[in-house]
């Protein structure tokens, strides 16, 4: 090998090292998850329908099925049943996720962030909020 490409060839190896030790996102915070819940109040609530659909009774839901909730065709066709992973791929970018959705947001593009939602989310499933909701 040229030794003019060794300084090209040690920065590349040391780019790939700083990629593979990127911290993964660490597990979801639900304090820190509500501060980014209050992003949704705009359009969503737990317990009830706003413009968007409620969120109690959300992990295990399929998209597009709260009863009475007036769902584009989009997401009501969109065959996706609402898991950690199914709701952080499409909170990082809804209208990629499901194209044609009345969601008009794009999304949040910072991997802890949505965790930290995902964990709220989580949390308040089980409350006393959305007992029986």
């Known amino acids: 090998m040229r030794r003019a490409y060794r ?3 040690l ?3 040391m780019f790939m090292g700083l990629g593979a030790a990127a911290p993964a996102p660490a597990a979801g915070d639900a304090i820190r998850g509500k501060a980014i819940y209050s992003r949704c109040l705009a359009c969503h609530a737990l317990a ?3 413009t968007g659909p409620r969120h109690c009774g ?11 909730f007036s769902y584009s065709e989009a997401m009501k066709n969109a065959n996706i049943t609402w898991t950690e992973d199914t709701l ?3 909170l990082t970018a809804p209208m990629k996720a499901v194209p044609g959705t009345s969601m ?7 991997p802890q962030e ?20």
């Open 7 to 9: 300084p090209v060839l």
């Open 11 to 13: 920065a590349g190896v």
């Open 48 to 50: 009830y329908d706003r």
């Open 58 to 68: 959300l992990f295990g839901r399929k998209a597009g099925s709260v009863p009475g």
């Open 88 to 90: 952080n791929a499409f």
């Open 104 to 110: 008009g947001y794009a999304g949040i593009p910072d």
């Open 114 to 133: 949505r965790s930290d939602l995902i964990a709220y989310l989580k949390q308040q499933n089980t409350s006393p909020t959305c007992a029986g909701k």
